[in-house]
């Protein structure tokens, strides 16, 4: 049997401290959260965003806290800081919620960007343990004037004009689920409630959280505002058209004219230049994916394309991730990247292009006739011209939308993985093979 020697007071507390995974004095440190439901609140200049989560595991190593969106869920690992203190980094997202834990149970803390450079940027929030609903308390429902569930067209209204957004809207009794679509992705799944003539949608994944409350008409049309977090609000009307529809992902990116093909050279995570004229890629089909950690379609775009790679790989494919990232600092992009690569088992190459701005995209890419969201997907065949440029993602929540897009992706990607291999790049690999 293992004998344990005996130290001084002092260390023997030390060490019981950090077996329990705590930094300070164990006689202090307070239970964990509850496991179970909570409900928390942001607070967002004067507005209240509500979000939902389930808290699981009684000690750090299994401590698990999911956050709740209509059906989605998102699983984030819980550390204690401190004796009174929770930490939950937002996986990818370079964001976190730190938390105190109150005598009372509850939380009270703030959503934080980890951003350097950034961190000053954060919402604060507080979570009580026990409560399921979102906005409206159990027996305060007010019965709705009219039920929203269909596609509706958006307007949004901005400096800049841009196209119409699309709601797809589900409602059952007072309860209320969607998700709106713009020509850049998706908000992902949003939950909320229809009260009498009012609607709230709310959503919060682990990026900034986005918040709905619009006013159902006398003429059936809806208006309202979107709340983009800790970044922006904007007002928008909207009526209900079935036959809405966004502009033709397929066509919005394109080649200048003049050009056939692509070519970058960028470092990847450990400062190798990469080009898409490297060897590697000659003779291949290549996936392009634009990317940033901090975009939460490019993740749910990441977590679609890393296990159709790793299936599809032997047969003459490629892929090339380029992050943008939030910091121009590739011992930055390494970490975000990294944690990004490491979490969805990313198998094809990485690479750092610099600042997330679409301009420098534009003019890393000048190929391209212009950039316009994160993620962009370009496709490139045997030959190494470009064949399909898709702009934005659409997620597994916009249902048919989410089916068409796989249907083509894998349409496209057969017809040009069974084109033959150029015969000058047959013969170089031949020759390459002799030698």
């Given at each position: 049997?293992?004998?344990?020697?005996?130290?001084?007071?002092?260390?023997?507390?030390?060490?019981?401290?950090?077996?329990?995974?705590?930094?300070?004095?164990?006689?202090?440190?307070?239970?964990?959260?509850?496991?179970?439901?909570?409900?928390?609140?942001?607070?967002?200049?004067?507005?209240?965003?509500?979000?939902?989560?389930?808290?699981?595991?009684?000690?750090?190593?299994?401590?698990?806290?999911?956050?709740?969106?209509?059906?989605?869920?998102?699983?984030?690992?819980?550390?204690?800081?401190?004796?009174?203190?929770?930490?939950?980094?937002?996986?990818?997202?370079?964001?976190?919620?730190?938390?105190?834990?109150?005598?009372?149970?509850?939380?009270?803390?703030?959503?934080?960007?980890?951003?350097?450079?950034?961190?000053?940027?954060?919402?604060?929030?507080?979570?009580?343990?026990?409560?399921?609903?979102?906005?409206?308390?159990?027996?305060?429902?007010?019965?709705?004037?009219?039920?929203?569930?269909?596609?509706?067209?958006?307007?949004?209204?901005?400096?800049?004009?841009?196209?119409?957004?699309?709601?797809?809207?589900?409602?059952?009794?007072?309860?209320?689920?969607?998700?709106?679509?713009?020509?850049?992705?998706?908000?992902?799944?949003?939950?909320?409630?229809?009260?009498?003539?009012?609607?709230?949608?709310?959503?919060?994944?682990?990026?900034?959280?986005?918040?709905?409350?619009?006013?159902?008409?006398?003429?059936?049309?809806?208006?309202?505002?979107?709340?983009?977090?800790?970044?922006?609000?904007?007002?928008?009307?909207?009526?209900?058209?079935d036959k809405a529809e966004l502009p033709?992902?397929?066509?919005?990116?394109?080649?200048?004219?003049?050009?056939?093909?692509?070519d970058f050279t960028f470092p990847d995570?450990?400062?190798?230049?990469?080009?898409?004229?490297?060897?590697?890629?000659?003779?291949?089909?290549?996936?392009?994916?634009?990317?940033?950690?901090?975009?939460?379609?490019?993740?749910?775009?990441?977590?679609?394309?890393?296990?159709?790679?790793?299936?599809?790989?032997?047969?003459?494919?490629?892929?090339?991730?380029?992050?943008?990232?939030?910091?121009?600092?590739?011992?930055?992009?390494?970490?975000?990247?990294?944690?990004?690569?490491?979490?969805?088992?990313?198998?094809?190459?990485?690479?750092?292009?610099?600042?997330?701005?679409?301009?420098?995209?534009?003019?890393?890419?000048?190929?391209?006739?212009?950039?316009?969201?994160?993620?962009?997907?370009?496709?490139?065949?045997?030959?190494?011209?470009?064949?399909?440029?898709?702009?934005?993602?659409?997620?597994?929540?916009?249902?048919?939308?989410?089916?068409?897009?796989?249907?083509?992706?894998?349409?496209?990607?057969?017809?040009?993985?069974?084109?033959?291999?150029?015969?000058?790049?047959?013969?170089?690999?031949?020759?390459?093979?002799?030698?």
């Open positions: 049997m293992m004998k344990i020697k005996t130290y001084p007071t002092a260390t023997k507390l030390f060490a019981a401290v950090l077996l329990l995974g705590g930094h300070t004095f164990a006689a202090g440190l307070k239970p964990f959260p509850k496991e179970g439901i909570w409900r928390g609140e942001f607070n967002v200049s004067e507005s209240k965003v509500p979000f939902n989560f389930e808290f699981k595991g009684k000690d750090p190593k299994h401590a698990v806290l999911t956050l709740l969106n209509g059906s989605r869920r998102d699983d984030f690992h819980v550390e204690r800081r401190g004796a009174d203190s929770i930490y939950v980094k937002m996986n990818t997202y370079d964001a976190a919620l730190v938390a105190k834990i109150e005598d009372n149970g509850t939380l009270t803390g703030e959503y934080r960007s980890l951003v350097p450079g950034f961190r000053g940027n954060s919402l604060p929030f507080v979570a009580e343990p026990g409560k399921s609903y979102r906005f409206v308390e159990p027996g305060k429902d007010v019965k709705p004037a009219h039920d929203i569930s269909g596609k509706w067209e958006i307007k949004t209204y901005t400096k800049e004009a841009v196209p119409a957004s699309i709601a797809l809207l589900k409602q059952t009794g007072n309860k209320l689920t969607g998700v709106i679509m713009t020509v850049v992705g998706d908000t992902r799944e949003l939950e909320g409630t229809v009260q009498g003539n009012e609607f709230q949608l709310s959503g919060f994944t682990g990026p900034s959280p986005f918040i709905i409350k619009g006013t159902i008409n006398d003429d059936n049309s809806i208006s309202g505002e979107q709340g983009f977090g800790i970044y922006k609000n904007l007002k928008f009307d909207g009526i209900k058209n033709d992902p397929y066509k919005l990116t394109f080649l200048k004219e003049g050009y056939k093909k692509l995570l450990n400062g190798k230049q990469v080009s898409l004229s490297d060897d590697k890629y000659k003779g291949k089909v290549v996936i392009i994916e634009t990317i940033g950690t901090w975009c939460p379609n490019c993740t749910d775009q990441t977590v679609f394309l890393s296990p159709w790679f790793k299936e599809n790989q032997k047969r003459g494919v490629e892929a090339i991730a380029i992050g943008f990232e939030q910091k121009d600092d590739l011992d930055y992009a390494k970490y975000t990247l990294g944690k990004l690569r490491d979490k969805y088992d990313i198998q094809y190459d990485i690479l750092f292009g610099g600042i997330a701005d679409k301009k420098v995209v534009a003019e890393k890419l000048p190929a391209l006739n212009k950039f316009i969201a994160f993620p962009t997907t370009i496709i490139i065949d045997r030959k190494g011209e470009v064949r399909e440029i898709y702009t934005g993602y659409t997620g597994t929540v916009t249902g048919k939308y989410f089916e068409d897009y796989k249907a083509k992706f894998n349409k496209v990607l057969d017809e040009l993985i069974a084109e033959p291999v150029p015969s000058v790049t047959a013969s170089a690999s031949a020759a390459a093979a002799g030698k």
